[in-house]
């Protein structure tokens, strides 16, 4: 299988030569080509039955590096499930106008930022209002900047809880159908992003330097409106089980991932991606491995952003005691505190065979003590 890495090595320095990075942007990068590989160090591992030994190269632990999240991803889970409640969930996605995604590009922290503001406020205020809700919701928002061809498009995948706690302490369920009219949803989060825009302190490239003039800002802005900003609701889950099972799909998710490439030839890179404006279609895409590292590149995150955000009943300030009670309102079972170690994860991934000894055959290796 033709992996990032495969490309990163094969291709790294020209791209290099050819693309300044930023500092983050470099450890990632970095990161990536040396992980498992002697560059990072090592460890033993030993058989627990016959004591055969192996050595085993560390990983980098990178949160951009494709082979690095599965652990990370199923120890978020873990945690997240004892917050979990027996209700409905709904799914929202926020996106922008691509208008935007120069700004993005140049000022990643704070539009970002003014992201996830405008849509954890829109949620909060429309299911705060007695018109819709009258009750506090609970959401997880999760950040993608990607989209199928690996180019820059910002959005937001939401969980959301199908009901709230009231101002009185009692739990008020949502109607089976999701209880924020879409369309209000879309002109309330518009209005909220642009108005944060307006305030923000923004760097504007060469190409845009105009728009540092207030004049022709105010035109961009007035533009803007005019847009279309995409939000959707998807049907709620059916339960608790498969909120966790879908919000492992996008947490902790790089900007693509090893088994959606294809090929790696003369200098090309095919992928499969999916066409959302051809009804979904699944297409092999091929481009330059040198546009393809650009564009991954592109999604590396700035140091210390938090990817994933918590909101109203799920916030951290009393988050215990809004979900011990909650769980009373629902009837919701309390939840087994179990911590999986990192082995005990693989296992339940790849089968308890996934690390079996090939010396004895019985045994399975595992870090021997220092």
């Known amino acids: 299988m033709i992996k990032n890495l495969t490309i990163l090595r094969v291709h790294g320095k020209e791209f290099r030569q050819r693309y300044s990075l930023s500092s983050n942007q470099y450890k990632a990068f970095s990161a990536i080509l040396n992980c498992r590989t002697s560059s990072l160090g090592a460890h033993i591992d030993s058989c627990d039955h016959c004591e055969q030994q192996r050595i085993s190269y560390n990983s980098c632990r990178n949160r951009h590096c494709p082979k690095c999240q599965t652990v990370a991803k199923e120890q978020w889970l873990d945690k997240q499930e004892q917050s979990l409640l027996d209700i409905g969930y709904f ?52 950040l993608h900047t990607w989209g199928q061809n ?3 498009h910002p959005h ?7 009901g709230g706690l009231t101002k009185l302490g009692a739990w008020r369920p949502s109607r089976m159908k999701f209880f924020l009219p879409v369309k209000v949803l879309s002109m309330k989060f518009r209005g909220k992003f642009l108005a944060f ?34 939000t959707y609701c998807k049907p709620p889950f059916d339960n608790a089980s498969k909120v966790l099972h879908y919000l492992g799909r996008y947490t ?3 900007a693509i991932s090893n088994n959606r490439i294809r090929g790696l030839d003369n200098g090309k890179v095919s992928f499969l991606w999916r066409d959302y404006k051809d009804g979904n ?18 999604h590396v995150l700035p140091p210390g952003f938090r990817k994933i955000r918590h909101y109203g009943l799920l916030a951290a300030r009393g988050k215990f005691a809004r979900v011990k009670l909650c769980r009373r309102l629902t009837r919701t079972a309390s939840p087994v505190l179990a911590k999986r170690s990192p082995l005990q994860i693989l296992s339940d991934i790849f089968g308890s065979d996934f690390n079996l000894c090939p010396n004895c055959g019985i045994g399975h290796f595992c870090r021997a003590s220092p």
């Open 252 to 254: 902790h998710r790089v």
């Open 91 to 142: 799914h929202v996605v926020f996106t922008v106008p691509d208008t935007l995604n120069f700004l993005f590009f140049s000022n990643q922290r704070t539009m970002y930022d003014l992201l996830f503001k405008a849509a954890s406020e829109t949620l909060l205020e429309l299911a705060g209002d007695s018109k819709y809700l009258g009750a506090q919701i609970g959401v997880t928002t999760v």
């Open 156 to 162: 937001l995948h939401c969980v959301v809880t199908g």
């Open 150 to 152: 690996l180019l820059l």
């Open 197 to 230: 825009l307006r305030r923000a302190n923004l760097f504007f490239d060469k190409q845009h330097e105009d728009l540092a003039i207030p004049s022709s800002f105010d035109l961009f802005i007035s533009e803007l409106y005019t847009k279309p900003w995409v």
């Open 281 to 298: 279609r699944n297409k092999l895409m091929t481009i330059s491995a040198i546009e393809f590292l650009r564009r991954f590149m592109l």
